[in-house]
């Protein structure tokens, strides 16, 4: 009885790993590294993002920024790294916003080749704190990114910075939230 149980143990994850291997690595082979990155969505000049175009931008360098867990650990520690402003590209994009009285209601999602995406308010980065520090960085100590893919964005002023912090970044979205007209009436 012994030899079957381990029999049909050995043969279910010989027939688990089987099927379920190809997804994986077909998963993994869909993760590409994007040499660009595509501004697109609710803007007068959707463009391409190249590390060149980048450079030519307004570049920022920081130094000495942790990329700390929400669990509290601190996975790497950058020495120094060099980026453009997140607002700063939308300002080259040229947000259409009609009625700036709607502002609120417009929303910046950043877009990874594996799926990991963060989104940011217009507010937040037009009026917070964090807008003067979110980053999409193009180098580390004075290299290329290359592991992580070409762009990352970085918020090094976050209390937990590894949540927002997005790597193979490949478009970036601004968009409108849709909102229904309220129903709630005040007595």
Sequence with gaps: ?????RFSLAAFLSLFLLTFSPFSAQAKSEW?????????????NPFTITIESLKKMNVSERRNAAIVCAS?????TMQSFRGVLLRDILDAAKIVMPNSRERGEYQILVRSSDSYNVLFSYDELYFGA????ILLVFEEDGKPIEKEGR???????????????????????????????STAQCK
Excluded at 1 to 5: A, G, H, T, Y
Excluded at 72 to 76: A, I, M, W
């Design 72 to 76: 509290g650990e601190t996975r790497q």
């Design 1 to 5: 009885m012994k030899k079957i149980e």
């Design 130 to 133: 964090a807008g003067d520090d």
């Design 32 to 44: 590409r590294e994007s040499e660009t990155v595509r501004v697109s969505g609710l803007v007068e």
């Design 151 to 181: 762009f990352v964005l970085f918020c090094p002023s976050d209390k937990v910075t590894a949540p927002r912090l997005v790597k193979w970044v490949d478009r970036i979205e601004v968009s409108k939230i849709n909102l229904a007209p």
